[in-house]
């Protein structure tokens, strides 16, 4: 398939397009869970902040769930990345925050925890 050759960041900017269509950012999606498997049952913004997540701080282990039934306006994230390594947990959230800051502006609450292992 085609968007085999695409890395998960490019279609991820497509896909988050104003241009590309709502049926094809969910081809976009369904062709990009196909190799990355954690984006299949992910919501729109839960694979939003995923991708964010991990292009910024190519983590080990992420889990990115919606936790306010659906609408967006808290988020649950289990993140543990080297690049929190050295880092006292309050600098390891203001990491996320700093990242995540365009979303948070929209959220009612975020549930964070992180490490470096």
Not at 30 to 52: C, M, Q, V
Not at 58 to 77: E, F, N, T, W
Not at 88 to 116: C, D, F, Y
Request: hydrophobic share 40%.
């Amino acid at each position: 398939m085609a968007f085999s050759l695409l890395t998960r960041l490019s279609v991820a900017q497509i896909a988050r397009s104003s241009a590309v269509s709502r049926p094809m950012q969910r081809a976009l999606y369904s062709s990009a869970s196909e190799t990355n498997p954690e984006l299949a049952d992910l919501n729109e913004g839960e694979r939003h902040i995923y991708t964010k997540l991990t292009e910024t701080l190519s983590p080990h282990k992420l889990r990115v769930a919606d936790v306010s039934g659906g609408c967006g306006s808290m988020y649950a994230i289990d993140i543990a990345s080297k690049a929190f390594e050295g880092t006292s947990m309050v600098k390891q959230h203001r990491m996320v925050n700093e990242i995540l800051k365009q979303e948070i502006k929209g959220m009612h609450g975020l549930q964070l925890k992180t490490s470096a292992k």
